[in-house]
């Protein structure tokens, strides 16, 4: 008897097969894509991978109008440009299927990850989803996936397969016949083919931008006054400020100062009092996010990417939860005493060893699918990280530690100071106990204001007693961190696609700003077509309402079925108001689409002319091999991070050749080039690391290369 497990990703078949196997997996492969064999408990074993979505929906014919609801899955390769590389995956999975007679699902344990299970085994293995079982685990390690083997489910996720199914549908349908109803809007009334477009999410999450930059530009601030205290005590200055934050009228601050400064200034009262402050919960996804900007500017989408690769490496848990809590029958001591191993955590681990309890502090948040993210005991190899995976690491193995530690405690202390009638305030406030700040410090900061002993009674020296003139200040703009925050508040997209969207509206050109988000003229204009002609194409309110109903399938209350023929039938009645507004929406929208198209065909060609030279720099210090001038960018592949050209560029400085981003500076992943050969692209990723293949022409020999040049892959001599 022979057993498939398909597995998500290369890396992770990899992954998989090790933990299981008694004896050394045997590595081979098929099309070019590598599975393993082994043997379990006297089973024969097939590892093999997928790689991401296999399938995606298409129209069954094509059509260039809307509506079109007459969709079908097909290999991703057939829809999609740039992806000729699932070709050989499904041909791999379809040939080992008919080697085996036992299936088992072991992608991620989420809607996608079993949408991709799904359909690798309806369409590429010819198999009913219904006879396959399921590997569930939350960290690569040996210990869970033994676990999950010997604890497999009886099938797959039927739930959280029918709610990914039913997303991709809606998806689809929201996306591609709302994005054909705006370009038709500007092709009626310009004559011209120009590509807009919107989606069930996305729309609604311009929208609150836009409500923001609306908020900005409307505001008037008001001029307010405070008055402030200096006062003098053992040769050191403090400011002490009045009772009341905030004075509109500055007749009456002019009044309060001048009463003040009559005086005399005493100690009226001393409060101080002990606060104990908690150790934060474990990370959920949303708040590695959040920290993860904070402390290093880095965007949701690069957070998620980051915490996908080490959970792939078996050092961290699955990163797409929203629980804050740790699993019940986790070793904590075990990967504790692991952690210790490592010498900036040492002394945390040993001082936690210690206790003689290990209880953690969690959030109230809970997901049935995966726990809080968190260190997985398995350490990284040296030099394996890069400086922003360690970074990342860093802040989940601390959160963790943290969870485990005593409370800080601060001292809080107030002085109310009286002046003739008049109260102003002194603050101060000191650390008095570590605790979990030791370990998470550098992560969290409060401010250590240190004052003198007062005693109630006392004479205060005043130096100033004066009013400072202010005004309101306008909300503030979105960062990437606070837009996916409120994107979980109002409950739509899920923690895995939220960070997608953001990066979609960037693309569009509908926002700009890195760390303060500006919704651009074009967005701007979208939003307020679409509001005023078809509102509901942004309702947040309809968004949440499917979001919700897709919560529903997944605990099998809700049939998918009825669920998308709901949404068909308002999207029907959606696009039938946009149809009749047509021509409005398409003159509304021209003129700034008009206005962004010739920003892009502006820095389009700023950016080739400044490429052309860096070229032409280049080709006087070219080696053998190098392209002539004349020639057209040589695109290698699709960028892993935003899904780019990657294309072959020159160093302006060394002439040295590399392959980079067509998104820089927005994209910076870069991949050095052997500077002698012919570079030729061959279409196909590295099975072993996801990074393109190329093939490499020199006088007397060729061979492919992988351009990661940390993979392990062997060079391919031809």
Not at 422 to 442: P, Q
Not at 631 to 659: M, Q
Not at 692 to 707: G, S, T
Request: hydrophobic share 35%; with cysteine; aromatic share 8%.
């Amino acid at each position: 008897m022979v057993t498939l497990i398909i597995a998500e990703k290369p890396n992770v078949a990899k992954k998989i097969a090790y933990a299981l196997a008694e004896r050394r997996p045997i590595r081979k492969t098929l099309y070019g894509v590598p599975y393993y064999e082994l043997i379990r408990d006297g089973k024969k074993i097939i590892v093999a991978p997928a790689v991401g979505h296999l399938y995606t929906l298409a129209p069954k014919t094509k059509t260039y109008g809307y509506p079109i609801f007459d969709i079908e899955w097909v290999p991703v390769y057939v829809a999609e440009k740039g992806k000729s590389y699932a070709k050989d995956y499904i041909k791999a999975l379809r040939e080992l299927a008919k080697r085996a007679d036992e299936f088992i699902i072991a992608c991620d344990y989420d809607t996608e990850g079993e949408v991709i299970g799904y359909t690798a085994l309806k369409y590429a293995c010819g198999i009913d989803p219904k006879k396959a079982k399921r590997m569930k685990f939350s960290a690569l390690t040996k210990r869970d996936i033994l676990k999950a083997w010997y604890n497999l489910e009886p099938t797959i996720n039927f739930g959280m397969a029918d709610a990914g199914i039913a997303r991709h549908v809606l998806d689809w349908y929201w996306g591609v016949n709302l994005s054909r109803a705006l370009t038709h809007a500007i092709k009626r009334a310009s004559g011209k083919w120009m590509i807009l477009s919107t989606g069930r999410v996305q729309g609604p999450t311009l929208k609150f931008l836009v409500e923001r930059e609306k908020e900005i530009a409307n505001f008037k601030p008001t001029p307010y006054w405070v008055i402030k205290m200096i006062l003098e005590k053992n040769g050191k200055q403090y400011t002490a400020t009045y009772e009341k934050e905030r004075i509109l009228d500055e007749e009456e601050a002019k009044r309060i100062v001048q009463e003040a400064k009559k005086g005399p200034a005493f100690v009226e009262k001393v409060e101080v009092k002990q606060q104990r402050r908690n150790p934060p919960h474990p990370f959920d996804l949303g708040t590695l996010q959040r920290e993860a900007y904070s402390a290093f500017g880095y965007s949701p989408k690069k957070t998620l990417d980051i915490a996908q690769r080490l959970y792939e490496m078996g050092i961290c848990s699955y990163p797409r939860t929203s629980s804050q809590k740790l699993p019940k029958n986790l070793n904590y001591k075990y990967i504790i005493q692991s952690l210790a191993k490592i010498p900036e955590y040492k002394p945390f681990a040993h001082e936690l060893l210690g206790k003689p309890q290990l209880k953690p502090v969690e959030g109230s948040k809970d997901d049935p699918a995966h726990p809080a993210i968190y260190p997985t005991g398995e350490l990284p190899k040296p030099g394996e990280l890069t400086q922003e995976e360690k970074n990342i690491y860093d802040l989940i193995v601390r959160r963790f530690l943290a969870a485990f530690a005593d409370p800080a405690v601060r001292e809080i202390m107030k002085v109310i100071i009286n002046s003739n009638n008049h109260r102003f305030i002194l603050s101060g406030a000191r650390t008095v106990k570590e605790g979990w700040l030791k370990i998470y410090g550098k992560y969290v900061s409060f401010d250590e204001v240190i004052l003198p002993k007062f005693r109630e009674g006392e004479a205060v020296k005043v130096i100033q007693i004066k009013r400072e003139k202010k005004k309101t200040k306008p909300p503030a703009r979105y960062s990437p961190a606070s837009v996916i925050k409120k994107m979980e508040d109002l409950g739509i997209g899920t923690k895995a696609t939220r960070a997608q969207i953001l990066e979609t509206l960037y693309q569009r050109g509908y926002i700009e700003g890195k760390k303060k988000i500006k919704v651009t003229p074009l967005g701007m204009k979208v939003i307020e077509a679409l509001e005023k002609n078809v509102p509901e194409i942004v309702s947040v309110e309809l968004t949440r309402e499917f979001e919700e109903k897709m919560e529903e399938i997944m605990k099998r209350k809700l049939s998918k079925d009825k669920v998308i023929e709901k949404a068909k039938e308002q999207l029907i009645k959606i696009l039938r108001e946009f149809k009749a507004k047509e021509l409005d929406i398409g003159r509304e929208l021209m003129e700034k689409l008009i206005e962004s198209e010739e920003k892009k065909t502006k820095k389009s060609k700023k950016n080739t002319a400044k490429e052309l030279t860096t070229e032409e720099e280049a080709i006087k210090k070219a080696v053998e091999g190098n392209e002539k001038k004349n020639n057209d960018p040589i695109i290698v592949g699709k960028c892993p991070k935003c899904g780019g050209d990657l294309v072959v560029r020159y160093n302006r400085k060394t002439g040295k050749r590399f392959v980079g981003c067509s998104n820089w500076p927005s994209c910076d992943v870069t991949y050095p080039l052997l500077q002698r050969g012919k570079i030729i692209p061959t279409g196909r990723v590295c099975p072993e690391c996801g990074a393109p293949i190329v093939r490499i022409r020199e006088k007397n020999r060729e061979y492919e290369i992988c351009l990661d040049i940390r993979c392990k892959k062997d060079r391919k001599f031809i």
